[in-house]
């Protein structure tokens, strides 16, 4: 079994470098064609679902994929959408460092509560045996990843798909394909 893992296609708010978090922004014409390429490259196996995040921007992706895998039935998660980063959410990246150098937003989900969720959202895909291609965000993704396999995963671009196995051991092995 295998869960493909993708980062949706950038949006205006990626564009602009700016924290979009549990904002509902949607896909700009670039992370359109970010998702196509990604629905291209899945398309070379057999994918029996679609699921995605219910932000907007994650949903969009999901369906231009699943356009590309006919036989894949398509359905929303909300366990997979985007870290809540409280005050920190629509400002500037660089700001956002200024302002909170430790990471630490007010009201912010703990990321800790993020890779939690991600690694039993992750984990539960896993275990229904399908194949599976998840779409959602490169917070909750990274640290579900890292989470998972208990190694640091580098930052995911946009469009980018990763390939999640389990082991036989009880561990987990990823592959990244492209972005």
């Avoid at 039993?120 to 993704?141: D, I, M, P, Q, S």
Wanted: overall charge negative; proline content about 4%.
């Amino acid at each position: 079994m295998t869960l493909a893992l993708v980062r949706h296609g950038r949006t205006l708010w990626n564009r602009e470098r700016r924290m979009q978090g549990s904002a509902d922004i949607a896909l700009d014409g670039v992370g359109e064609e970010q998702a196509a390429a990604a629905g291209r490259l899945l398309a070379g196996a057999v994918w029996t679902r679609v699921v995605s995040s219910p932000l907007r921007r994650a949903v969009q992706s999901a369906e231009i994929i699943a356009a590309h895998l006919p036989d894949a039935r398509l359905d929303r998660i909300a366990e997979l959408a985007e870290r809540h980063y409280g005050e920190a959410e629509g400002l500037p990246v660089a700001e956002v460092r200024e302002r909170w150098p430790d990471e630490d937003y007010p009201g912010a989900e703990p990321v800790e509560a993020t890779r939690d969720r991600g690694v039993g959202v992750l984990r539960r895909l896993l275990l229904e045996g399908e194949n599976t291609v998840a779409v959602a965000h490169g917070t909750l993704l990274r640290v579900a990843i890292d989470g998972l396999t208990g190694a640091s995963c580098p930052r995911i671009l946009n469009g980018e798909v990763i390939l999640l196995d389990a082991d036989g051991a009880g561990g987990f092995q990823t592959r990244r394909l492209g972005g």
